[in-house]
């Protein structure tokens, strides 16, 4: 199934209440059970000895030292070319794509139990993939059956011909060769063939697996930080390693967060703290250090783009952000390490409309309305001095006057 058509089926089967529960019920049947047995390539039919008698075999000649190493070299390729004709390969990636199907839903309830509630829709994607896969794979059993049958049978012939080799003929060498030459595009073409029959499939795959590692990844960064607590039906979107800039193109380097509600950046790296005749390094320690903790509406304006590089080579990503009075800066300069700045922005922006809601996982819609519902409780005047008090950011259970000092809670 192509690629289009797969995701008009995914937001088809994302759009309603039932289709959702139709594909986690689909990944948990899924995830019951072990990954479906795949065929193994057919071990190589030798060619049956015919009855008649022999030809007489042609008179062997010295080889020269070039058409020995001729000869060997073929016959490394046949060896080659023999194994390769099993389409080991192709039954080595199906099985690898059976085995994710069966793992990859487990991963993602695992990253759901840890804290990660956004892209709602990667339960589809998974559910989408596993139904083309069950439509596929009998047909792709069926033409791998019948490829490596067909070409166990036209091997016969080159196998005839490199055993010629021991006559050391110029011509058994051409003949071997150019035999050795065509059974190898032929195995190339069958393989193509096969692989065109699964490759958007396992694209697909590839490409959530890799999203998944990502999500693992910055869930592990946010439980090894002493600094971030995240709140109360607070969710993180997206991690990425970066230098923040506080002195031209100098600062700590860490890691930045973006959560449906706030940006953060984390010191995270280990800092020389003692040197020896003040060059070398003697002693060091790993530093964890929050330095911005940065409501995402308090961001008012943001510049993304590449600076420096070499023929458009090695470029930086930069963000630049301007702040609202309310963030602890009014500006920051951050070179992103291996993802795109346009991406950082476009992924703030959709936080700042509140579009990033909408793609939370349907487990997790109800979190988000009790606590802005908790929002609506909070006292608009402080009890104790009757100062105004602004609205709590979502997920607070208390809040402290900022004229008196009290603590003030939910009335």
């Known amino acids: 199934m192509d690629d289009d058509k797969r995701q008009r089926r995914?937001?088809?089967?994302?759009?309603?209440?039932?289709?959702?529960?139709?594909?986690?019920?689909?990944?948990a049947n899924r995830a019951k059970r072990k990954p479906r047995p795949v065929s193994r390539p057919p071990a190589r039919k030798r060619p049956t000895p015919t009855a008649r008698r022999p030809a007489p075999a042609p008179r062997k000649v010295e080889l020269s030292p070039e058409d020995k190493a001729e000869?060997?070299?073929?016959?490394?390729?046949?060896?080659?070319?023999?194994?390769e004709s099993r389409l080991g390969d192709i039954y080595d990636a199906i099985g690898e794509i059976e085995t994710k199907l069966t793992k990859m839903p487990l991963d993602l309830d695992a990253?759901?139990?840890?804290?990660?509630?956004?892209?709602?829709?990667?339960?589809?994607?998974?559910?989408?993939?596993?139904?083309?896969?069950?439509?596929?794979?009998?047909?792709?059993?069926?033409e791998l059956d019948k490829e490596v049958r067909r070409l166990d049978r036209e091997?016969?012939?080159?196998?005839?011909?490199?055993?010629?080799?021991?006559?050391?003929?110029?011509?058994?060498?051409?003949?071997?060769?150019?035999?050795?030459?065509?059974?190898?595009?032929?195995?190339?073409?069958?393989?193509?063939?096969?692989?065109?029959?699964?490759?958007?499939?396992?694209?697909?795959?590839?490409?959530?697996?890799?999203?998944?590692?990502?999500?693992?990844?910055?869930?592990?960064?946010?439980?090894?930080?002493?600094?971030?607590?995240?709140?109360?039906?607070?969710?993180?979107?997206?991690?990425?390693?970066?230098?923040?800039?506080?002195?031209?193109?100098?600062?700590?380097?860490?890691?930045?967060y973006l959560t449906d509600?706030?940006?953060?950046?984390?010191?995270?790296e280990e800092v020389v703290t003692?040197?020896?005749?003040?060059?070398?390094?003697?002693?060091?320690?790993?530093?964890?250090?929050?330095?911005?903790?940065?409501?995402?509406?308090?961001?008012?304006?943001?510049?993304?783009?590449?600076?420096?590089?070499?023929?458009?080579?090695?470029?930086?990503?930069i963000l630049e952000l301007i702040c609202s009075a309310n963030a602890p800066v009014s500006r920051v300069r951050l070179h992103l390490k291996g993802q795109d700045s346009s991406d950082w922005a476009g992924y703030i922006k959709r936080v700042q409309t509140g579009e990033v809601n909408e793609d939370r996982d349907e487990d997790y819609i109800?979190?988000?309305?009790?606590?802005?519902?908790?929002i609506g409780t909070f006292p608009t005047r402080c009890p104790n001095c009757f100062a105004d008090v602004p609205p709590p950011p979502r997920g607070v259970s208390s809040v402290t006057c900022e004229f008196c000092g009290s603590t003030i809670t939910p009335e």
């Open 10 to 27: 995914v937001r088809g089967r994302g759009s309603g209440a039932a289709n959702r529960a139709a594909a986690r019920a689909r990944l």
């Open 71 to 83: 000869v060997d070299r073929i016959n490394r390729e046949y060896t080659s070319l023999e194994r």
């Open 111 to 142: 990253l759901r139990r840890r804290g990660y509630v956004h892209s709602g829709q990667l339960e589809d994607r998974l559910a989408a993939l596993d139904e083309d896969w069950d439509e596929a794979m009998p047909r792709i059993e069926r």
């Open 155 to 256: 091997l016969d012939d080159v196998e005839r011909k490199v055993e010629q080799l021991s006559t050391g003929t110029t011509a058994a060498i051409s003949r071997a060769k150019t035999a050795v030459s065509t059974g190898d595009s032929k195995v190339s073409a069958a393989k193509s063939a096969i692989r065109g029959m699964y490759q958007d499939l396992e694209s697909e795959l590839y490409k959530i697996e890799n999203e998944m590692r990502h999500v693992g990844w910055m869930m592990d960064q946010i439980n090894e930080s002493p600094d971030i607590r995240l709140r109360e039906a607070e969710g993180p979107i997206a991690a990425v390693e970066a230098f923040w800039h506080q002195d031209g193109d100098e600062g700590p380097k860490g890691v930045l």
């Open 261 to 268: 509600q706030r940006l953060l950046f984390e010191q995270k």
């Open 274 to 317: 003692k040197k020896r005749f003040g060059i070398f390094k003697s002693e060091s320690e790993m530093v964890h250090k929050l330095h911005l903790d940065i409501a995402a509406h308090d961001i008012q304006s943001m510049k993304h783009k590449e600076e420096g590089g070499f023929l458009g080579m090695g470029k930086d990503d």
């Open 366 to 374: 109800e979190e988000i309305e009790e606590a802005e519902a908790l």
